[in-house]
Structure formats: C-alpha cells, structure tokens
C-alpha cells in the first residue's frame, strides 16, 4: 500500500501522454520555415513549474533540411539580458508532421497537431527518459500577437491532453535576443 498510494498519486498529476496525438493530415515542412514566435507553453512537468515566472516570448526559427527534416533554433531574452539558446535538428517520422529529437537525456517526439502557416501552429511534443512521459505543449505565432479564439483553443487542447489549468501560460512580450 506504501508503494501503491504515491504512485497512484504520481500518475493522477501528470499529463496524460499516449499515442493518440495525431498530427496535422497534409503537414508541408517546407510551409513550416521561417520565425515562429513561441506565446503558449504548457505541461505539467516541474521544471516549467519552477521556471514559469521567468519565462517570455521566444523566436524559433524552423528550417527544413533537403531530407525533410527539421532545425530547430531557439532563442529567448533572459531578465538579466542575456539570451537563452538551443538547437535541436528534429528527425522526420513516417508520419509526416512527427519528428523526432534528443534533449536534456530525453527522448521527444515532436507532434505539429495544427498548423496555419501564415499564423500559428500548435504542436505537442511528448518528452521520455527512464520510462516516463511529459507533454508540453506550444502554441507558435506568425506575430507575437495571436486572435483570442486560438489562444482558446491552445487552452482547451492543453487542458484536454490533462496539463493542469495553472500551468497553462501565455508567455509574457520581450525584446528579441540579437542574432549570433
């Protein structure tokens, strides 16, 4: 019983993470490229917990590779102004819109769930090490400024995939880190 009641516990407080994220049927990675502006983050995971209230508006920057893949660089402008960074080239699946990246000792898989390529898209990536899974979610914007009904949808898609309300965040506007 002693094992069996933190586990439990430890199953209830995590984001429901399986197979059943589908990404978007006519995916095009090469209508992906260019700025994407990251506003919408949520997961239930500890660290996001821990670092919420440092976190702002990014840059991701999606570049396909001439096999399909994709490059992921990332930039954020830290309080203190210095910049964050992280790059990641993202493996295709079979399933066109799933990639597949190594990170921080995890495995992740990369999920583009819905896309409008002059506007947003939203993605799920699912997040194992050591035989368990996180979700995170994104919500990516063409502008730093998205339309309220999607950033209701990026709230609805995150509360449905089991992410706990208050860690869903709209990431508060910063200055751009410069380019490198």
């Known amino acids: 019983m002693r094992v069996l009641l933190p586990l439990l516990g430890a199953l209830l407080c995590c984001p429901a993470v399986s197979s059943e994220v589908v990404p978007q049927a006519d995916f095009n990675v090469q209508a992906v490229a260019g700025n994407w502006y990251l506003i919408g983050f949520a997961t239930n995971a500890q660290w996001f917990v821990n670092r919420r209230a440092s976190m ?10 001439a096999d399909g893949d994709l490059e992921i660089s990332y930039s954020s402008l830290s309080a203190d102004g210095s910049c964050w960074r992280l790059n990641h080239l993202a493996k295709k699946a079979e399933v066109p819109g799933k990639f597949t990246y190594t990170g921080w000792g995890r495995v992740n898989d990369l999920y583009m769930v819905e896309v409008k390529y002059d506007e947003y898209t939203l993605t799920h990536t699912v997040m194992r090490k050591d035989g368990n899974s996180t979700a995170v979610i994104n919500l990516y914007g063409r502008a730093v400024d998205l339309r309220a009904d999607l950033l209701e949808k990026f709230k609805q898609f995150s509360l449905k995939a089991g992410i706990l309300p208050e860690n869903i965040a709209f990431l508060p506007k910063s200055a751009e880190c410069p380019a490198a």
């Open 56 to 65: 702002n508006v990014g840059v991701a920057i999606l570049t396909p590779t």
